[in-house]
């Protein structure tokens, strides 16, 4: 369940982050992709859910802990972190939208691809979904491979240890979610951003370069509106959330 104690309202909030990089939802229609984001988001289920048409986004941030040392200055025992304002494109998985989705894997650090765990079919067309991917995002994409609808255990298909290790060998780290219930919802955001900003630290990721995914973020305090768009033809919108270090 959530580990997020303080979701600050969207409104108002002091946008001050260090990074910001591009998450990408992917995988079959009828997995749960914009069920889990949701859940993530609001920290509730989100019923009903119609097929996401298009391209829908949101953003949060979040905070996490540094491999890098606190700057100079910073009081005795304190521990760095650093705050990611974390887009998350969440497309549709229905095959009529796949040419229009693919648009949007440019420029992405980072993707969560999703299967079902009573479909076997959505686990295998996770192949699929991680080709496109890799070819078209950040060459330094981090993957999160996620089994959803761990609820359903009377109808699963594809066993935990068959995800794991598929996951594990396409260089991908794995979870298995229910957002339903509400299990594990964070983690493979949590998992994915960590991984972003190790790779950043580590020099990996570099934010100059273009298309890595990742930039600067402007570290200067302004107010944030809610905001709201639309993009071919979906709705849109935008959720800002402030939270402990993760
Ligand atoms: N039992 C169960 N049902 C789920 C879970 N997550 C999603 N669902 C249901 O699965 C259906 C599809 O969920 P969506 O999140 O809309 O699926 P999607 O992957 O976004 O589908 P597209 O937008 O068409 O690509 C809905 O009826 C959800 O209620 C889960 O963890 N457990
Ligand atoms: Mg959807």
Same mark, same amino acid.
């Given at each position: 369940? +959530? ?21 990408? #939802? $992917? ?17 509730? $289920? ?6 996401? !048409? ?8 979040? %905070? ?21 304002? #974390? ?5 549709? @998985?229905?095959?009529?939208?796949? +040419?229009?989705?693919?648009?949007? &894997? ?6 969560? !691809?999703?299967?079902? $765990? ?23 994409? =981090? /993957? /999160? #491979? ?13 066993? &935990?240890?068959? @995800? +794991?290790?598929?996951? =594990? ?11 339903? %219930?509400?299990?594990?919802?964070? =983690?493979?955001? !949590?998992?994915?951003? %960590?991984? $972003?900003?190790?790779? #950043? ?12 995914? /990742? +930039? ?6 302004? %107010? !944030?509106?809610?905001?709201? @768009? ?17």
């Amino acid at each position: 369940m +959530s580990d997020r104690s303080s979701a600050l309202s969207a409104t108002e909030l002091p946008e001050l982050y260090d990074y910001l990089c591009k998450l990408i #939802v $992917i995988g079959d229609s009828g997995v749960g992709k914009s069920c889990l984001l949701h859940y993530f988001l609001n920290d509730k $289920i989100r019923d009903p859910s119609p097929h996401t !048409i298009g391209v829908e986004f949101a953003s949060t941030l979040m %905070r996490l802990p540094s491999s890098l040392p606190p700057s100079a200055g910073a009081a005795p025992g304190a521990t760095s972190s650093k705050t990611l304002k #974390v887009q998350c494109w969440d497309s549709a @998985g229905q095959e009529r939208f796949r +040419s229009v989705t693919r648009n949007y &894997y440019r420029g992405a650090c980072g993707a969560v !691809i999703v299967y079902d $765990i009573t479909s076997r079919k959505s686990f295998e067309a996770l192949q699929s979904w991680l080709s496109d991917a890799r070819a078209l995002a950040s060459p330094e994409l =981090q /993957v /999160v #491979v996620v089994g959803n609808k761990m609820d359903q255990e009377d109808d699963r298909q594809v066993p &935990y240890l068959e @995800g +794991s290790r598929w996951a =594990q060998d396409h260089g991908a780290l794995f979870v298995e979610t229910s957002s339903r %219930r509400g299990d594990n919802v964070e =983690q493979p955001f !949590i998992l994915l951003a %960590r991984a $972003i900003l190790l790779a #950043v630290e580590s020099g990996k990721l570099d934010p100059d370069k273009a298309g890595s995914g /990742v +930039s600067y973020g402007e570290r200067a305090l302004r %107010r !944030i509106s809610s905001w709201s @768009g639309s993009l071919n033809g979906g709705t849109s919108k935008g959720k800002l959330l402030g939270g402990k270090c993760c």
